[in-house]
């Protein structure tokens, strides 16, 4: 328990951006998750429609702190290419 005001109120501010980075990086997860399982499934076209959506959501956890600058470059070229060979392979 903090024992300062200053201390109190760093303690919820923490709480609340621990929510919002939770929320965040879930669905950031979830939508990598629905991408794979439409590119293995086989439905390239529903993927290809995916992917600006996929590059949107992983910027956003980028730019809000959730995920490192290369983490999220790396993330979105692995998808892209995924997708591409899987193109190249139907």
Do not use: C, W
Request: glycine share 2%.
């Amino acid at each position: 328990m903090a024992n300062h005001k200053s201390a109190a109120k760093r303690s919820r501010q923490n709480a609340r951006r621990r929510l919002r980075n939770r929320a965040l990086k879930s669905s950031y997860r979830t939508e990598i998750k629905k991408f794979i399982s439409l590119v293995t499934e086989k439905k390239l076209e529903d993927a290809q429609k995916m992917l600006p959506n996929i590059h949107k959501v992983i910027d956003k956890a980028h730019t809000k702190g959730v995920l490192p600058k290369n983490t999220a470059s790396r993330n979105k070229s692995n998808l892209t290419m995924l997708l591409n060979k899987a193109s190249a392979a139907a």
